[in-house]
């Protein structure tokens, strides 16, 4: 009896959650967002009633203005956070992630992409990037723009550019000439110099090359933490995310 009961519940779960999912779906086609929630604007149930908060809007367009002067991401991120102005949607990223998070966001040019992410069957609260399993639903002019669309191709040109080079695109980084050069065969990341310091004092330092992708993490958080604390006063640094840092030599 307690079998066939479950069974009847889980019948009943799956048949909402698929009404919920044709609902939203549903939504998308009409150009409808399933909830709207983005530094600068206001919230919104379907994205259908948003308005720019100039306060916040001057933020981002300031972090556009200045990081087509070369200004790094940390020391945008260090900046605002000693003028008490770090953006809500900071709270669990690390700073200057969600800097890159804001540059890298299209829907500050006015148009929703909807439709980006999707939850899987049998995994609910799981959802997953959509690479095409699902259709997309691209809204033009949908809310107000912050940014214009020449700036935000202009900046993503210059994102792309600085990936492509690596660290010789890292004004603030020390390269040699095998910097960016060696790349690893099994996940194609950069080999970086790795110095091991001497444990006995009559031992020497030496110095190797290692797959960034096997550099130990705590190695890398500790060295950005230490620069991150310099950030705000020293010039046109280029810092970047551990994750990244561990790929530059």
């Known amino acids: 009896m307690l079998t066939l009961l479950a069974s009847f519940a889980q019948a009943e779960s799956e048949q909402i959650s698929q009404n919920v999912k044709w609902r939203i779906w549903k939504g998308f086609e009409e150009g409808k967002a399933n909830g709207f929630h983005l530094y600068g604007y206001t919230d919104s149930a379907d994205g259908t009633d948003v308005q720019i908060i100039e306060e916040e809007a001057a933020v981002v367009r300031w972090i556009f203005d200045q990081y087509m002067k070369k200004t790094s991401c940390e020391k945008m991120a260090a900046q605002l956070i000693a003028e ?6 900071a709270d669990n990223k690390m700073p200057g992630e969600w800097v890159r998070h804001i540059l890298k966001n299209p829907h500050y040019t006015g148009d929703l992409l909807l439709g980006r992410w999707s939850t899987p069957e049998g995994r609910p609260g799981r959802a997953v990037r959509n690479t095409g399993q699902l259709p997309q639903y691209l ?4 809310i107000p723009a912050i940014i214009d669309r020449d700036t935000f191709v202009a900046v ?15 004004w603030s980084i020390e390269t040699v000439a095998l910097t960016s050069k060696i790349k690893c065969v099994s996940c194609d990341c950069s080999f970086v110099r790795n110095v091991r310091n001497p444990k006995t004092q009559n031992s020497i330092s030496t110095e190797h090359w290692i797959c960034a992708g096997k550099r130990p993490l705590h190695v890398s958080l500790h060295r ?7 950030v705000a ?3 046109e640094e280029e810092l970047v995310d551990p994750s990244k840092k561990s790929r530059l030599g």
């Open 84 to 89: 008490g102005r770090v953006p809500h949607l």
């Open 139 to 142: 809204v033009e002019n949908a």
């Open 156 to 170: 993503q040109t210059e994102i792309a550019r600085r990936r492509e080079l690596g660290a010789r695109a890292n």
């Open 224 to 230: 950005w933490h230490q620069q991150l604390a310099h």
């Open 233 to 235: 006063t020293k010039p």
